[in-house]
């Protein structure tokens, strides 16, 4: 069973893969299913526990008594390293579940199936075969499942070749010996760990102090056999304000912990003051130790960190506020502990120092210090678990960071001498045996310069074996969390030099973090069931939708955050997308053909190419959730504005250009959805086979004039819903009526006062290497211009507003005329304006024209409007087709109206007509008597004249009448037209 919170790694490889494909690579994503290590030892030896204890199947008391153990509360502060969870894994995965067959229940299996489960190996034959399973319904684009593989043992042809690997490392002198607990009999490092991750060495400084005169009597080697004569041994030590100190006693102090002798500090640590005040205050202790009065009564304590709240003296502070009395206070000590180190650890300050950095940027190489300090005390083998066993030592095995180093060598093997089967014991496509497979052996397949071996293996098959590994290595990028880069990272890139010293064209060349994934922004833990297992998430999310969600869970080493809604939602945006597509294909035929040459054709064109090549930027750098922005969400958006803009219609060819671009872009995140869409437009050969669209020309001030036009068509709805529906103070006694008539007033250059500004601020960005001083000294320069003084109140809010467009948008801002022709774009684009405001009419005119407000509040890329209302008079239009859910309605009639600003009045009104085109506009032959006709069922033209295209409508506001003019002849039409809709 696949863990979810990991295949945000096998996501990340499958994004990459999929993506390099379609860049016309060879790739080879291998998947191996890593089994070494305690866990799956430790699990099975717990199974037989339980059983031996409780029987089979096991009868559980109905509460254990744990409460005793839970209790132990160790009173020493604890340091853990920060990199790893405070949680153990084991908590997080088991749950609530305290025995191991509940836990094994609670995967769905049977009482008879648990039984196995208490032999080690049967968890290797059982779990890998299901993780494969559910990668591949996932999608995972591993290319040959046939190099799959378990580790440990139970695999003699990878147990071959790790001995090799470590028989290598031993001669290399790559081996030593490392820290050993005497409790387990082994080294236990952090994989080894079933609990207790996370808890790193404890850092001791040792301090030499000099013994000064009376000496004593005798030494020992022994603290347990010394501390007695110590007791009241005069020192000097280093750092203090005396000049002598004595060795006293502590009732805390563990006396097998380093030399027993430890620095005390009662200023700030609480253990030490309350110790001090025991000596001080209870003569019997000190006579107890042989402490005299002057050793002791002088000294207080020496002022060291200053700690908001509690000054230089902490410890005596809290511990007084604490009412503590002596050393055995243990509860009281620990609360005041807790206090003290955590505000002195975030807030101390020992002392200031003085500073003379104003900026820059720095790298932390004290963590790559540590760390590689640290790697140094990695113990590579341990006694317990599954594993290879070492070559020189076979009571040891090689533990579960160590056997999987190399192991991306293997790979490019394992099919020859596996055949696809896991654990290696099938029969060899090469007839390979694993005994065959000597040091020699695999000296000769993976370094070059090694001469064919003493071996009864055909040479052909150990060449067929070396130019696999030629061709496929190195590895060009490897992915994993961000928590394996102080260890198994590292130790992989050392390894990796180690078994190639000499040749560096078999070292990795790159390696990709990512972080741990969130569910819903929580950490995945079923004790509070925020879980879910891979198999579940496909099932829920499908394959697809699931893989969108993780890509758009986040990018580099942040924790990602899979969001279930977020999935639920991408469903139905892949759904839509389909949807769309089959309904293109079955109207393709009613889509614009001819030059794609509007202005919206030329735009939507520019922001494809434009979405294309951010789009493989972003997969070139391994930033998926960029790229799903790029590739999906910023595409849709194109194509959803071309659609909503194009009055004129879609054009055919760009649709399905969108649509094959499109569904190559999201390929690599979602390869089934894609994969059928490539079908549904009639493709031959797989998208598997595609190659990756390649991006015309991009035109950046055509982007940037529809932006101008969009943010334009915004501007004007906010505009219109102030002047519809002003602010409570603003409004009037009746409600203005709603406008039918637009001006917008559009500027060529900047007002004389903004010109003055931007000219100076564009002197100072040339001459400063685009740089603008500070604000003083900006409005020192623009006050002593004469022209701008009784402007000085709006001049440097303009200046703040340039420099805050500066920074987002680039030094074009300076320039004095826009790089486009606004006026062009508007009026290229004034039906869609027009519809979109529902105006009858909008006129575009330049602020030249108009009075001194509007060329003083109009500016280039910043249209001014004026919204006003024209009268009509009412006619009703009358729809005689029967059962067609269309209605009469009343619209006005303007003066100067034509047959199309009709129409697009009526729509408004009338939502059920969806193309106009299909609109036909008629008038009574008899104005008068043909509106009291009753009308025939099939004969609704009768009696009926169309109105004509060249048609303009007169109106009489006195009369309250309307007539039509056409091709120089006057008609009455009264006071009803009919529409028709084919």
Known sequence: MEHFTLDIRSACRSFAVGYQRLKGKQCLFPFGLHCTGMPIKACADKLKREMELYGNPPQFPEEEEEEEEQKKITDEVIIKDKSKGKKSKAVAKSGSAKFQWDIMKSLGLRDDEIVKFAEAEHWLEYFPPLAVEDLKKMGLKVADWRRSFITTDVNPFYDSFVRWQYITLKERKKIKYTIYSPKDGQPCMDHDRQTGEGVGPQEYTLIKMKIVEPYPAKLRLTPSSFFQDILGCALSAPLTSYKTIYALPMLTIKEDKGTGVVTSVPSDAPDDIAALRDIKKKQALREKYGIQ?????????????????YGNLSAPLVCDELKIQSQNDREKLAEAKEKVYLKGFYEGVRQSVNTNITSGHFMKYACIRSTLAWLQEHACSRSYGLGT???????????????STIYMAYYTVAHLLQGGVLNGQGPSPLGIRAEQMTREVWDYIFFKTTPFPKTDIPKEKLQKLRREFEFWYPVDVRVSGKDLVPNHLSYYLYNHVAMWPSDSGKWPKAVRANGHLLLNSEKMSKSTGNFLTLSQAIAKFSADGMRLALADAGDTVEDANFVEAMADAGIL????????????????????????????????ISEMNSSIIKTEQHFERMMYKEALKSGFFEFQAAKDKYRELAIEGMHRDLVFQFIENQTLLLAPICPHLCEHTWSLLGKSSSIMKARWPTAGPVDEILIRSSQYLMDTAHDLRLRLKAYTQPAKAKQRPTPPAKPTHCTIY??????????????????????????LPDNKVIAMELGAMPELKKYMKRVMPFVAMIKDNLEKNGPRVLDLELEFDECAVLLENIVYLTNSLEL???????????????????????????????????????????????????????????????????????????????????RFEDPLLGPRRIPVLGKEEEGKMPISNSSVFHINLQENKVHMSDNGLKMDIGDTLLYLVQ
């Open 389 to 403: 066993r070492l070559p020189w030592d076979e009571q040891w095995l090689i533990e579960s960071l160590s056997d």
């Open 746 to 771: 559009v500027a060529k250059t900047y007002p004389p006062w903004q010109h003055s500004a931007l000219s100076l601020l564009g002197k100072h960005y040339k001459s400063n290497n685009g740089a």
């Open 293 to 309: 009065d002057y050793m002791v009564l002088p000294f207080e304590p020496v002022p060291i960190i200053e700690i908001p709240g």
């Open 840 to 922: 009858d009419q909008i006129d575009v005119v330049f602020a030249s024209e108009a009075d001194d407000k509007v060329k003083e509040d109009c500016c280039p890329g910043k249209p001014f409007c004026v919204f006003r209302s024209e009268p009509g008079v009412l006619v009703s239009l009358v729809n005689p087709q029967p059962a067609n859910g269309l209605f009469s309605t009343r619209i006005d009639i303007r003066q100067g109206d034509s047959k199309d600003s009709i129409i697009r009045r009526l729509s408004r009104v009338n939502r059920g007509i969806k193309d106009l085109s299909k609109v036909k506009l008629m």
């Open 573 to 604: 945006r892949l759904f839509t997308w389909v949807e769309w597509v089959k309904e293109m294909i079955a109207n393709q035929n009613n889509l614009r053909t001819g030059p794609a040459d509007t202005f919206n054709d030329r735009v939507f």
